[in-house]
């Protein structure tokens, strides 16, 4: 039986991801530093910066049900800005919404919105760390076995270990937890029925 969920590296969970995006390039700055008239052109995404903003501060207040829902809005705010913003930046900033949003469904439980979000960060950067351990984590919670040690087994061969051993353990502790359910349940099952005969506690000898 686990002791309890086990606690993971600080850098992993827990950290909302900031996009910083990158110095321009010369070509960038004509394009979108200036308006026709000289005069600085508007942030096509001022409006999913201030989504994501007000997000983190109701994070950082315990709010994650309200934090989710302004991730959503930056999400929605980014999307219709496809094609007036560079790709690249528009990339970058999607990504780092996504991933607040797959750390904020973890939170609130909802695995499988957590995967999905997770998902989409990891298609967005391959390379992310932040994306694969949350996509296990949701994987885990499902029971998704299969795909959450995939994770850990990427991370590993991207040479974080540690990471890649926590969520083996994570995986591990939430297969104990599933078990237990299971026995929990056919327990009640078996409690609803006292007359039932041998069949049923073969039923439940299968599920060891």
């Given at each position: 039986?686990?002791?309890?969920?086990?606690?993971?590296?600080e850098?992993?969970?827990?950290?909302?991801?900031?996009?910083?995006?990158?110095?321009?390039?010369?070509?960038?700055f004509?394009?979108?530093?200036?308006?026709?008239?000289?005069?600085?052109?508007?942030?096509?995404?001022?409006?999913?910066?201030?989504y994501?903003?007000h997000?983190a501060?109701?994070?950082?207040?315990?709010?994650?049900?309200?934090?989710v829902?302004?991730?959503?809005k930056?999400?929605?705010?980014?999307?219709?800005?496809?094609?007036?913003?560079?790709?690249?930046?528009?990339?970058e900033?999607?990504?780092?919404v996504?991933?607040?949003?797959?750390?904020?469904?973890?939170?609130?439980?909802?695995?499988?919105?957590?995967?999905?979000?997770?998902?989409a960060?990891?298609?967005?950067?391959?390379?992310?760390?932040?994306g694969?351990?949350?996509?296990?984590?949701?994987?885990?919670?499902?029971g998704?076995?299969?795909?959450?040690?995939?994770?850990?087994?990427?991370l590993?061969?991207?040479?974080?270990?540690?990471?890649?051993?926590?969520?083996?353990?994570?995986?591990?502790?939430?297969r104990k937890?599933?078990?237990?359910?299971?026995?929990?349940?056919?327990?009640?099952?078996?409690?609803?029925?006292?007359?039932?005969?041998?069949?049923?506690?073969?039923?439940?000898d299968?599920?060891?």
């Amino acid at each position: 039986m686990s002791s309890g969920p086990c606690q993971p590296p600080e850098e992993a969970l827990g950290q909302l991801d900031e996009c910083r995006p990158r110095k321009p390039t010369r070509v960038l700055f004509e394009q979108r530093g200036k308006s026709k008239l000289g005069a600085p052109a508007r942030d096509p995404l001022v409006g999913a910066r201030g989504y994501r903003e007000h997000a983190a501060e109701l994070w950082l207040g315990g709010d994650a049900a309200g934090a989710v829902a302004e991730w959503q809005k930056a999400l929605k705010a980014t999307v219709e800005e496809r094609g007036r913003v560079p790709e690249e930046e528009l990339d970058e900033f999607e990504q780092s919404v996504q991933l607040n949003l797959a750390a904020g469904h973890l939170r609130l439980g909802q695995h499988s919105e957590a995967k999905k979000h997770a998902s989409a960060s990891i298609w967005l950067k391959p390379s992310c760390p932040k994306g694969r351990y949350r996509l296990a984590e949701a994987c885990a919670k499902l029971g998704d076995w299969e795909e959450a040690e995939a994770a850990a087994k990427h991370l590993e061969e991207a040479g974080r270990e540690q990471l890649a051993s926590h969520l083996r353990r994570l995986v591990q502790d939430c297969r104990k937890d599933a078990r237990k359910q299971e026995k929990e349940m056919a327990t009640r099952m078996l409690g609803a029925q006292p007359h039932a005969g041998d069949s049923s506690m073969a039923g439940l000898d299968s599920m060891d």
